[in-house]
Nanobody
Framework: QVQLAESGGGLVQAGGSLSLSCAAT????????VAWFRQAPGKERVFVAS????????GYADSVTGRLAISRDSARNTLSLRMDSLKPKDPAAYYC????????????WGQGTQVTVSS
């Protein structure tokens, strides 16, 4: 099994930048793809960005293209999300998610890290 743990959330001013990290432990060789999701208060959890664990191929939600950058270091078993030009719509709990080979769903989840944006 794989465990995911996020870190790096906090308070940032609108227009500022923040980087989130996710550490993967356990049977990381089973990872196929990893991603970031976010969930604002009272709203559903939504997809932000993904990256192939082995391929490095990235994908982004239309709403964040150009402002967020996802990356992974499979040697260090870490996933990162760089967020620039943070907006009032960006505050949320950010979750790291994983998909293992043979699965067709995001079956692995971290506990989440909170991002708050001040105006």
């Amino acid at each position: 099994q794989v465990q995911l743990a996020e870190s790096g959330g906090g308070l940032v001013q609108a227009g500022g930048s923040l980087s989130l990290s996710c550490a993967a432990t356990g049977r990381t060789s089973s990872l196929y793809k990893v991603a970031w999701f976010r969930q604002a208060p009272g709203k559903e959890r939504v997809f932000v960005a993904s990256v192939g664990w082995g391929s490095g191929i990235t994908g982004y939600a239309d709403s964040v293209t150009g402002r967020l950058a996802i990356s992974r270091d499979s040697a260090r078993n870490t996933l990162s999300l760089r967020m620039d030009s943070l907006k009032p719509k960006d505050p949320a709990a950010y979750y790291c998610a994983g998909q293992v080979y043979g699965d067709n769903c995001w079956s692995l989840w971290g506990q989440g890290t909170q991002v708050t944006v001040s105006s």
